[in-house]
Structure formats: C-alpha cells, structure tokens
C-alpha cells in the first residue's frame, strides 16, 4: 500500500507555478483533516502547506481552509494533473455546530489524525469516520498517526493500531508534524487513491 504513492511524480514546491507537464488536467479536490482536539491537524497542514511547525497550541474554531497547488504526474498511465489541494482543517472540539455536514459535503477523500501518545484518540476515530462518510459517501480515508517524534511516549500498541484501521477501513501512516516525517508520504498516497478514477477519465 506504502509503495502506491511513488507512481506520482511532482514539479517541486519551488517551481510550481511555472513548470508544467504536457496535457496537464485541471483538478480540485476538497479534502478534509478530521480528528481530536490537539491531535495535530493544523500543524499537518501547516507543515504540509508552508513546510513550518510551532509549538504553540491554538485551538481551531469551526473550519480554515488552506489551498495547495500541485503539479503531478501518474507514471504508469504518463496522465497529469495541475491540482489545487483544498485542506479542510476541522476543529477537533465537539461543540454543538462547531461542526456541521456542511464541512465534509464534496469532499473527495479524508485524513484522519490521531496523537500516539493518547490511546483516546484513536478510540474517537469510528465516530468520526462514520460521521464524515455520511455525508461524503464513501470515498478513501487515511489514518494519520501522528506525533512519531514522540514514539517513546507511545499509547497504542501496533497490533490496536491495525485492527483499529481495519474496522474503519482507513490506511494508517506514520507523520509528526514537528519533524515532517511521514507527511508528504500521507499526501502522496491519499492522492495516488484520489487521482485513480480520474485516469480514466
Ligand atoms: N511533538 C509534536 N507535537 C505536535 C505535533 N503535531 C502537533 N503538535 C503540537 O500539538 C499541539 C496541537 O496541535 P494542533 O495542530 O493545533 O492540533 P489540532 O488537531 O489542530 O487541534 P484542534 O484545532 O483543537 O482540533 C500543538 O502544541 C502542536 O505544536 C507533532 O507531530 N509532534
Ligand atoms: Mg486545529
């Protein structure tokens, strides 16, 4: 599963507004980062998007969305995409319309993050996969198990982990946030899942 996300090839982050691939298609897709409160969520985007982290925590009220432009390529099929990545960063609180459907209709897939330090996080990933799903529909999810950084504080043991993401029939990936390990891998396989029905196309 691991492996997918390298049939992607990407203009880099530097040169993404001027080098294009040949017959690029013109795509956006919503995608949004669901989870506990202080699971990480905003710093994923935020590393992912602006390559930074802050320690500082602040809570995210309702909903943000960051955008991402993106210039991949599928190498088997030589089809390629100039993408804008819309990131839903969901606050993770669970106050009365802090969330609303509204939040996850049109999405095109989800990550859902947990802190491997709290077990409880991962306990609250059912809910809120099933509540995203009924509004999306079933469309591809990846678990984000964050904070690796911190592995020696780990919670959860692996084998809770894989039943866990099985029942929910989400892929865990390691990221942290802090460090950027795992991150851009995370996106890359989310996007191999979300860029299959559009080769076809
Ligand atoms: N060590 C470590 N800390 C992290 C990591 N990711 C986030 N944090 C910290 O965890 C805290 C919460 O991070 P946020 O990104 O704000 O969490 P959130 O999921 O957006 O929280 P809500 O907006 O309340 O739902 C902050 O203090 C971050 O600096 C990580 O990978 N490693
Ligand atoms: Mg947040």
Redesign the pocket.
């Known amino acids: 599963m691991q492996g997918l996300g390298e049939d992607l090839s990407w203009v880099p982050a530097h040169k993404v507004a001027t080098q294009r691939f040949p017959n690029e298609r013109e795509l956006r897709l919503k995608v949004c980062l669901l989870g506990e409160?202080?699971v990480g969520?905003?710093?994923l985007i935020r590393r992912f998007v602006h390559d930074i982290f802050d320690d500082a925590y602040?809570?995210?009220l309702g909903a943000?969305v960051s955008t991402k432009e993106l210039r991949v390529r599928h190498r088997s099929s030589g089809v390629a995409f100039h993408l804008l990545l819309h990131l839903w960063?969901i606050?993770?609180q669970h106050r009365v319309d802090f969330v609303t459907p509204d939040h996850y209709r049109g999405a095109a897939g989800a990550l859902v993050a947990i802190d491997l330090t709290r077990r409880g996080t991962l306990e609250a990933v059912p809910a809120w996969v099933e509540t995203f799903r009924a509004s999306a529909g079933d469309v591809p999810a990846l678990l984000l198990v964050n904070k690796q950084d911190l592995a020696t504080q780990a919670d959860i043991a692996p084998a809770v982990l894989r039943r866990a993401a099985q029942d929910c029939g989400v892929t865990p990936v390691g990221t942290s946030a802090r460090t950027g390990a795992g991150v851009e891998e995370a996106i890359r396989l989310l996007l191999s899942e979300l860029l299959e029905p559009h080769l076809r196309a």
Do not use: I, L, Y
């Open positions: 409160p202080s969520k905003t710093s602040v809570e995210t943000k960063d606050a993770g």
